[in-house]
């Protein structure tokens, strides 16, 4: 499908105007006030919503006990001054070696309570085994529901059933998790409850006097018996009724204790935050205004000193040249290097086999790849030779021994997708599509007739890689039972997963949890059926699905990085990587890697449907960041180690695994989403000059 323009969804829809995260929010400005108990109180519409602990405005540990900080000391404010337009709020703490001046600076600005929290030691002797924090409770909210981008979607209830390896959070009283700041994409945390979400914005830091080689601030919640709160703290983690742990493997968490840090005299730490209290949140959208905070807070999404599109263009071709291969029986693209015995074709995920021959024929005409057509059609007539059986095709060939292997829902839709733009494409060139006709046809009839069946229930929200290809197919073919099945499971995930109550998850074949293929397959599945409802002409439809795809947009842009985490020394460092626009993998495996490059033009259309040019700036360097890394051949790596989390490598020293890149095996993938995107742009209308400016 040629996709409408943004001036002819305007006529069509008879609207232009942007569809706002959470536009529900009441829109009276934040106002703040310090209470007779001298506690600082966040007000909105007239009510207090959030205020600091009723034991103190700061609250410091002295001692280390069982994992955990100890001997909790707590001070109120003795002093206020006005300050330009800062309102400065002074105490002190007396030790035996000295005292501990405290200070915080407030400002409001843009809708947020702008923190400046500062300690100063002025003793004779070093202060041992400090813990500082800065502490924020939600006012009536027993069991707030809490929102950690990248980590804890709600609680993870996906991942507390079909994983046990994630971050889970049920609500029970005295449940923390608190996480490494740079484990954070984008760096906040929310608590949600009644309408009202809390959201506590943080500048990622390392902590001074650090008692860990390399300890930052940990940010995260904490259920009480009458409220739940938000925190920063030094170093301490915790997670899953455990403390002094990070989740660091694939399968497991690794202890991570003795996170105090040590003042020494004259020392002086300061930390900055901001408070975003929202009202009025529509149920499960609560998310949304933090997010479109923290986004706005990353802003300008520069790219100009970032690789540029056309040099990525040019070293993806090259390195897939060096994947070709054709035998007298078959042709296409290898997924594994040359060490591995035999030629494999592997559909989807995580050879995607499928998706450079469209993308050569998309762009055959700009690209510098002289037998492009030719190079597809060989690709393509190969693998719709895949027998099929009750769950679909088999998607992985073994060229010598003709045998075919493996099915899965998500490398079913994910190469349908290609195999349908393919169709589309060779049609609107007058090229003989008989091959491939007949192999859509037979897996988009058993895939409906298998969605359509009254029992059918999708597994998880990865079913939604199929709706896309088969409105495509229905629009191609005629048959009417492509599009219902589509719609239906469409509707389904909808139904399912905008509630949050069962968030996006299972997109991914190595986790059972929640994940950013999830969420970007619900995204995927509510575009299309936009787009099929403008197709119909059905405005109240279409306008239904751009709301959907816009919470799955926003939920699938939660876990993209927008801010550069400083690095150790190694691999990543030596390249001077930046870790701004790369993606986290899910809440089971937390590392970084260029996934989210394959639905940039989709990101990119958004800004147009929605009015949002900022999310053409994100898609622009999302692609473009991605293309760091690149060897001399062209290729790049995964598993970018970001984080106290490792999949590959020596995994015995939890301080010694930020800073790794894993970065051969199966990375043909890598290749395949970038031609893929671009062919997307191209298709769109979107040059890689106009992705270099």
């Known amino acids: ?270 930390k900055e935050y901001a408070l975003q209290l929202v009202t009025g949140a529509a149920p499960a959208h609560g998310f949304r205004k933090p997010l479109a905070t923290a986004l706005q807070r990353a802003q300008p999404l520069r790219s100009d000193s970032l690789p540029k599109a056309k040099d990525i263009l040019a070293s993806k071709l090259a390195f897939a040249r060096t994947r070709w291969r054709e035998g007298e029986n078959h042709a296409g693209f290898e997924m594994y290097p040359d060490f591995v015995e035999g030629t494999h074709y592997v559909m989807g995920w995580a050879g995607q086999a499928e998706a450079v021959p469209w993308a050569l024929l998309q762009m055959e005409e700009r690209i510098a790849w002289p037998d492009a057509r030719a190079t597809a059609v060989k690709a393509l007539d190969t693998l719709a030779q895949a027998p099929f059986d009750a769950w679909g095709f088999a998607q992985h060939l073994h060229a010598e021994s003709r045998a075919w292997t493996e099915r899965d829902p998500v490398s079913q839709g994910q190469a349908l997708e290609s195999f349908t733009r393919a169709v589309e494409d060779a049609r609107a060139k007058g090229m003989p599509t008989k091959r491939w006709d007949v192999f859509v046809v037979r897996a988009s009839t058993l895939q409906a007739e298998r969605m359509l069946a009254p029992d059918w ?132 495996n937390q590392h970084l890697d260029v996934y989210g490059v394959l639905y940039t033009p989709e990101i990119w259309r958004m800004g147009e449907l929605l009015g949002r040019p900022e999310l053409k700036d994100l898609a622009k360097l999302m692609f473009r960041s991605c293309g760091q890394l690149l060897d001399e051949y062209g290729s790049a790596g995964e598993q970018l180690q970001h984080t106290n989390f490792a999949q590959a490598g020596d995994m015995s020293d939890v301080e010694r695994m930020r800073g790794g890149y894993s970065e051969g095996w199966t990375v043909f993938w890598i290749t395949a989403h970038f031609l893929h995107a671009l062919a997307r742009f191209d298709e769109l209308g979107v040059t890689v000059d106009e992705l270099d400016r």
């Open 1 to 270: 499908m040629r996709v409408l323009g943004l001036a002819s969804v305007g006529v069509l829809l008879g609207w232009l105007a942007p569809l706002a995260a959470g536009q529900t929010a009441a829109t009276e400005p934040l106002t703040w006030r310090v209470s007779e108990q001298q506690a600082v109180e966040l007000w909105l519409q007239g009510q207090r919503h959030a205020t600091t602990p009723s034991e103190g405005l700061w609250s410091i540990g002295t001692g280390w006990k069982d994992g955990w900080p100890a001997e909790w000391q707590h001070a109120r404010p003795t002093q206020r001054e006005v300050v330009n337009e800062w309102t400065l709020l002074s105490g002190s703490l007396a030790f035996a070696g000295g005292e501990l001046l405290l200070r915080d600076g407030y400002r409001l600005d843009q809708g947020l309570l702008h923190v400046r929290r500062r300690w100063e030691w002025r003793g004779k002797d070093v202060l041992r085994q400090v813990t500082l924090t800065a502490r924020w409770q939600a006012v009536e909210a027993a069991q707030a529901k809490s929102f950690l981008p990248g980590i804890s979607f709600y609680g993870n209830p996906s991942g507390a059933r079909h994983a046990g390896t994630t971050v889970v959070q049920t609500g029970a009283v005295g449940e923390r998790s608190y996480l490494e700041e740079h484990r954070y994409p984008l760096p906040f945390a929310s608590l949600e409850w009644s309408g009202h979400v809390l959201a506590l914005h943080t500048l990622p830091s390392l902590v001074p006097g650090a008692h860990r080689r390399d300890q930052w601030w940990s940010l995260g919640v904490e259920t009480l018996p009458r409220t739940s709160e938000l925190a920063l703290l030094s170093g301490p983690c915790a997670a899953n009724g455990r403390k002094a742990v990070v989740k660091a493997r694939q399968d497991s968490f690794m202890a991570y204790d003795e996170t105090w840090m040590d003042l020494r005299p004259g020392a002086i730490v300061e």
């Open 457 to 588: 229930r999708a597994p998880s929200t990865a079913e939604c890689f199929l709706v896309s290809p088969l409105l495509r197919a229905a629009r191609l073919y005629g048959d009417e039972r492509f599009a219902q099945a589509a719609l239906r499971c469409a509707e389904e995930a909808a139904r399912r997963h905008i509630s949050w109550d069962e968030p996006y998850w299972g997109g991914t074949l190595d986790a059972r949890c929640e994940d950013k293929e999830g969420c970007w397959a619900g995204f995927q599945a509510f575009l299309a059926a936009h787009d099929h409802a403008l197709i119909q002409k059905d405005a109240a439809a279409a306008r239904m699905w751009l709301e959907r795809a816009a919470h799955a947009l926003d939920a699938t842009l939660s876990w993209t990085m927008t801010w550069d985490v400083s690095l150790p020394a190694g691999r990543l460092a030596d390249h001077g990587f930046r870790s701004r626009g790369w993606t986290v993998v899910s809440a089971q």
